[in-house]
């Protein structure tokens, strides 16, 4: 008995080995291939948790990271936006806006110093947009009072084109020259498909 008992305690420890390796490293290793494969520069730290990459799409230039390193991992993909404007605009669901806010944590715990945006936001005013289906389902907050003359329609209407579970947890900046989206609670291992997607979205959107 002794000796089957071990036997089967070895393959199951290595497969637990397996499976602990397949979850940890492949992720990381798939995103490393992808970027080789369509020319994308990765940037990567030596614990896994977090990347950046760069590229170009349509002739769009584009950032996006993954950040595991606080506790909501999150998802950030940076476009260009234009005209670029001076002031800052924040888009979330009245969902998200109601419940936890977005955390963004600088300093060497997200390896990261803090958005330049971050300040203007945590003074932002609420700003009607004068559309009742927009106003409804969204919060859209300024930084100025010259916001509500530079409101992204356009982007509140494909918005509403996004998947309500993605869209429940998306928040939108947009200034300086940049539309990013800031998405939370998002894993390593679905983080490079979601970076796909809004990459997509945006390219259409700002068509």
């Given at each position: 008995?002794t000796?089957?008992?071990?036997p089967?305690?070895?393959?199951?420890?290595s497969?637990?080995?397996?499976w602990?390796w397949?979850l940890?490293?492949s992720?990381?290793?798939?995103v490393r291939s992808?970027?080789?494969?369509?020319?994308w520069?990765?940037?990567?730290?030596s614990?896994?948790l977090?990347?950046r990459?760069?590229?170009n799409?349509?002739?769009?230039a584009?950032?996006?990271?993954?950040?595991?390193r606080?506790?909501?991992?999150?998802?950030?993909?940076s476009?260009?936006?234009?005209?670029?404007?001076?002031s800052?605009?924040?888009?979330?669901?009245r969902e998200?806006?109601?419940?936890q806010?977005?955390?963004?944590?600088?300093?060497?715990?997200?390896?990261?110093?803090e958005?330049?945006w971050?300040?203007?936001w945590?003074?932002?005013k609420?700003i009607?947009?004068?559309f009742p289906?927009f106003?409804?389902?969204f919060?859209v907050?300024?930084s100025?009072?010259?916001v509500?003359e530079?409101?992204?329609?356009q982007l509140?209407?494909?918005?509403?084109?996004?998947?309500?579970?993605?869209l429940?947890?998306i928040f939108v900046?947009?200034?300086?020259?940049k539309?990013?989206?800031?998405?939370e609670?998002?894993?390593r291992?679905?983080a490079?498909s979601?970076?796909?997607?809004?990459m997509?979205w945006?390219n259409q959107?700002?068509?």
């Amino acid at each position: 008995m002794t000796q089957l008992v071990v036997p089967f305690a070895v393959v199951a420890l290595s497969g637990l080995l397996v499976w602990v390796w397949f979850l940890g490293l492949s992720p990381l290793r798939h995103v490393r291939s992808e970027a080789k494969r369509r020319r994308w520069s990765l940037e990567e730290d030596s614990e896994g948790l977090w990347y950046r990459l760069t590229g170009n799409k349509a002739g769009m230039a584009w950032l996006a990271e993954w950040n595991g390193r606080g506790p909501r991992p999150y998802v950030e993909l940076s476009v260009p936006d234009t005209p670029a404007i001076d002031s800052w605009c924040f888009i979330t669901t009245r969902e998200r806006h109601s419940g936890q806010p977005p955390r963004f944590l600088a300093g060497a715990f997200t390896g990261k110093t803090e958005p330049e945006w971050v300040a203007e936001w945590m003074h932002a005013k609420v700003i009607e947009t004068g559309f009742p289906e927009f106003d409804r389902d969204f919060v859209v907050e300024g930084s100025s009072p010259f916001v509500p003359e530079q409101l992204p329609i356009q982007l509140l209407e494909r918005l509403g084109d996004l998947p309500a579970p993605l869209l429940s947890k998306i928040f939108v900046i947009r200034g300086k020259g940049k539309l990013v989206f800031h998405v939370e609670e998002t894993g390593r291992a679905d983080a490079l498909s979601l970076i796909e997607r809004l990459m997509l979205w945006a390219n259409q959107a700002l068509v």
